[in-house]
């Protein structure tokens, strides 16, 4: 049963993701949507617990960074499933744009 807050779109951007741990890592979107994105990583990361992930956007056409609070939901393969929190109305906005320019 998927209990996505939305449909996914197929979205491949750079990620850096901060863990509480204070480790980092990159990473690439695989799918992003309302709720929560997945990202491969090949860095062992912990399978649960807060991130905070940074999506790079193209500077150069004017785009800012994205940096989002998550929560780890689940791991597969080489993957993370996350889930946003606290997404507040100026991130929720650059989320929708993301989603209306790759969708």
Known sequence: MDHRLGQRVDITLPVRLRFQDQTNHSGFTVNV???GMFVETRAPVP??????????LDLSAGGQ???LSAFV???FGSGLGLMFRDLDASNGQMIENLLIQFG
């Open 33 to 35: 949507g309302r709720g």
């Open 47 to 56: 399978a649960h617990g807060c991130v905070e992930v940074q999506i790079a």
């Open 65 to 67: 960074d994205i940096l």
């Open 73 to 75: 939901v689940h791991r």
